[in-house]
């Protein structure tokens, strides 16, 4: 997908990778995973730069949906100014300051200020200067990533989905980049979401295997595909929401190419594909 989009034989839009901010203001954002393209990203959302002072910034809170190196990374990038405030789950903090210790580096620097997310059931928490929104965090079935010393011992918090709510209008959103599994607790917030971003990685199951490119399937990775029995579109289909949105698209994924049978395949159930800078009102 990338030589042909390189090439100009795909038509297609490059993408930097999956991150979101969200806010109910023009200068106070919560920004969800940090990944290595933030530094763009910023540049690319003027939002985020309100000028206020001296190395200002509208990134109220960094929220984690895992430990994995493509949501992490960019926390390297705002190491300067004040405290960065933090919010990850227990279990991602361990990977943060054991395996991948990115947290003891930052303390070098502009220090790390985290706040615990919880994963009790209807446990709800709200983040200073993100007025109006409330957060529910959905732990998700998943694995650790390579580096956490539980790799293979899986723990509730590894891997999470988010519930934001509008306390003023009701409306919510799902926020799901990492989905291998559809659990039954899962199910009532994607039945109640008014929009739905969720994990786009694969296709198919088999995809990486039949080109090559690794020995495991999208679910050995903790990753629902959109085709086939109990896959994404299927699921999406008996959904409310009125956006219902892939996010976290691998290159691999067909569904990038513009022109390709997939893409429409999406468009017949009216579900879109993400791309940087798409703006969402609820």
């Not at 039954?184 to 199951?205: N, Y």
């Not at 679910?219 to 579109?233: A, F, K, N």
């Not at 994924?253 to 017949?268: F, G, K, T, V």
Request: proline letters at 7%.
């Amino acid at each position: 997908m990338c030589d042909g989009f390189r090439k100009g034989s795909v038509r297609a839009s490059a993408r930097t990778q999956s991150s979101i901010c969200v806010g109910t203001s023009d200068t106070d954002w919560a920004l969800f995973n940090a990944s290595p393209d933030i530094l763009a990203q910023i540049r690319a959302f003027p939002a985020l730069q309100p000028a206020r002072g001296i190395r200002d910034t509208g990134i109220r809170a960094v929220v984690l949906m895992d430990g994995q190196i493509d949501h992490t990374t960019g926390l390297l990038m705002l190491r300067e100014g004040k405290p960065l405030p933090v919010w990850c789950t227990d279990m991602v903090c361990e990977d943060m300051t054991t395996g991948n210790p990115l947290f003891n580096i930052l303390g070098h620097y502009c220090t790390v200020d985290w706040h615990r997310v919880p994963t009790a059931p209807d446990n709800a928490f709200r983040i200073e200067g993100i007025e109006g929104l409330s957060f529910t965090a959905v732990p998700l079935r998943s694995k650790a990533p390579p580096y956490s010393p539980h790799r293979n011992d899986p723990h509730e918090g590894d891997n999470i989905g988010m519930n934001i709510t509008d306390t003023r209008s009701g409306r919510r959103a799902f926020y799901a980049p990492g989905l291998g599994e559809i659990e039954p607790h899962l199910v009532p917030f994607l039945e109640q979401a008014d929009c739905v971003m969720v994990d786009g990685t694969f296709w198919t199951d088999d995809e990486m295997l039949r080109l090559g490119i690794s020995q495991k399937r999208a679910r050995d990775i903790g990753h629902l595909p959109q085709w086939g029995p109990g896959g994404m579109i299927e699921v999406l289909a008996g959904l409310r929401a009125s956006r219902k949105i892939l996010i976290h698209i691998n290159n691999t994924n067909p569904i990038l190419d513009e022109d390709s049978p997939q893409r429409a395949e999406l468009a017949r159930h009216g579900i879109e594909v993400a791309f940087d800078g798409m703006d969402i009102q609820l």
